[in-house]
């Protein structure tokens, strides 16, 4: 019964600690955000390197979105975007070198056939099982 007791306890605190986690990554999207903004107004757009950094800022912008919901989610469909997003982000790099470019396109075609194979087949899986109850 205790034993019980702590595991639920447990479980809601850890649910409840990462939603203010998600709460506080959301806040500093919103501080970054803003700060950026005046960051990038301020940078000479005439050249690439301003907007490599606007792409970068932004990628990162939504990297840390996507964890926020991640955190409180839980979802694996959210986990793969999330990595997705973290390959495109290594890939805009302007010093990338050749061997980078390489794991990477490997990287998100294993994120794809993660999905196909693993994660839409066994959306398929449950879309039947509520299919047969009906």
């Known amino acids: 019964m205790f034993q019980a007791l702590l595991i639920e306890w447990s479980r809601r605190s850890a649910t409840a600690f990462e939603r203010v986690l998600a ?4 806040v500093g999207v919103v501080v970054f955000g803003i700060a950026s903004i005046s960051v990038l107004v301020e940078m000479d757009w005439g050249q690439s390197e301003t907007f490599y950094e606007m792409m970068y800022r932004v990628l990162l ?3 840390a979105v996507e964890l ?7 979802n694996l469909h959210a986990i793969l975007e999330l ?6 982000r290594k890939m805009l790099k302007p010093d990338i070198t050749s061997v980078d470019i390489l794991l990477s396109v490997f990287a998100f075609a294993g994120l794809l ?6 994660l839409d087949r066994l959306g398929d ?3 039947k099982e509520k299919t047969q109850e009906h």
């Open 23 to 26: 709460v506080a990554i959301i």
């Open 83 to 88: 990595l997705a997003f973290v390959v495109a």
């Open 68 to 74: 926020a919901r991640l955190l409180v989610t839980h």
């Open 61 to 63: 912008m939504v990297i």
């Open 113 to 118: 056939a993660a999905k196909r194979y693993l």
């Open 125 to 127: 899986a449950k879309a």
